[in-house]
DNA sequence: ACGGACTCCTGGATGC
DNA sequence: TGCATCCAGGAGTCCG
């Protein structure tokens, strides 16, 4: 489900939700929201019960809010580890007042206290395929700024990080013979695209998904990175893409993206370039939409 | 060692 | 109305 933009929008309004906050209390409803935390569910309450939260960050889709070091540990009051979120399919971070009604799918609910208040932060997740886990933060790979979870030192930078790096970007799609959407989803290459920017950052570069990557010059290589960095841009300002209420920000409300999408979903409608109906096809257990006089093999 | 196939889940839409 | 089938914003793991 959610992409970088939409992540992104998680990140933003949980850094202004609760950075500062304290966790009181942690509840487990459902172990299986915990598939990335390496201990028990009980371990992982007692890692975060007590602790203040800091300022959300994000690495393609993979969000966390770093832990206030432990007194005790001012010799290096850099943070230690953090509560880390990846929000699969179908997972949502929401901030709700404690009398809100229970959501649905509720895994994981912790309690939390702010200057404004106590309130609750809720990781609803109907497929789950997310999860949350307290993790080690680290240096990354490239040792620059900031540390990063321990499980996402494998993930490159994304598009939007001043520190992505595009010639190393290039090199690595120019070297693989896989389809060029393939390695477009790939986090170790490029970080944040999934299946519909996928789609419509081709559509833009006006590239076939099947086109092996190796083929593609250098300069369409740099021309697709331009149009994946304007179609989250896009998305952003309009809050990422809903198609139902399964994306929602941290107030439970949808972004409008979808309504912008031009070839992702639209089997059957006319390219908005040239009128052609857009194709679905089957792609890796799911599907691509591509305009099939646009978009050709080459 | 690369890359495709499989797997983890729930629920809404569609078809018979 | 009921039941089966298909489909969905992801990614870790396994195997050839």
């Known amino acids: 489900m959610p992409e970088l933009p939409e992540v ?18 942690v509840e487990v409803l459902d172990e299986r929201a915990l598939k990335r935390h390496r201990g028990t569910p009980l371990d992982f309450v007692s890692r975060l019960e007590g ?4 300022p959300a960050s994000r690495r393609g889709k993979f969000l966390w809010v770093p832990l ?21 399919m179908s997972g949502q971070m929401l901030v709700r007042t404690l009398s809100a009604p229970e959501d649905k799918q509720l895994r994981i609910r ?8 106590e309130y609750e932060l809720r990781f609803i997740d109907q497929r789950l395929f997310g999860s949350l886990a307290v993790d080690e933060l680290v240096a990354p790979v490239d040792a620059a700024t900031e540390r990063i979870p321990s499980q996402v030192t494998h993930i490159a930078r994304d598009p ?5 790096d595009r010639k190393l970007f ?23 695209v999934g299946n519909i920017y ?9 590239l076939h998904w099947a086109q092996p990557a190796a083929t593609v010059s250098a300069r369409k290589i740099t021309e697709l990175l331009e149009h994946v960095q304007d179609v989250f841009a896009q998305s952003l300002e309009e809050g990422g893409t809903s198609f139902d209420s399964l994306y929602v920000n941290v107030n439970g409300e949808s972004g409008y993206f979808s309504r912008s999408l031009q070839a992702y979903g639209r089997e059957g409608e006319a390219c908005p370039r040239c009128g052609t ?13 591509r305009c099939p006089r646009c978009q050709r093999k080459r």
Not at 8 to 19: D, I, T
Not at 51 to 54: G, I, K, N, S, Y
Not at 180 to 192: N, R
Not at 198 to 206: F, G, H, I, Q, S
């Open 160 to 164: 939007i990080d001043p520190l992505f």
């Open 277 to 289: 109906a857009i194709k679905r096809e089957p792609f890796a257990n799911r599907s691509s939409y």
């Open 8 to 25: 992104e929008v998680v990140r933003q309004g949980l850094a202004a939700a609760v950075a500062g906050s304290t966790i009181s209390a």
């Open 110 to 117: 912790m309690r939390v206290e702010g200057p404004a208040g």
């Open 198 to 206: 996928a789609d419509e950052a081709l559509w833009r570069a006006r």
């Open 170 to 192: 290039s090199l690595r799609m120019r070297s693989t013979k896989r389809g060029i959407k393939a390695a477009l989803l790939d986090q170790a290459i490029i970080s944040g």
């Open 51 to 54: 602790r203040v939260l800091l």
């Open 68 to 88: 206030e070091p432990l007194a005790g540990f001012e010799a290096d009051s850099r943070p230690q580890d953090a509560l880390l979120a990846h929000l699969g």
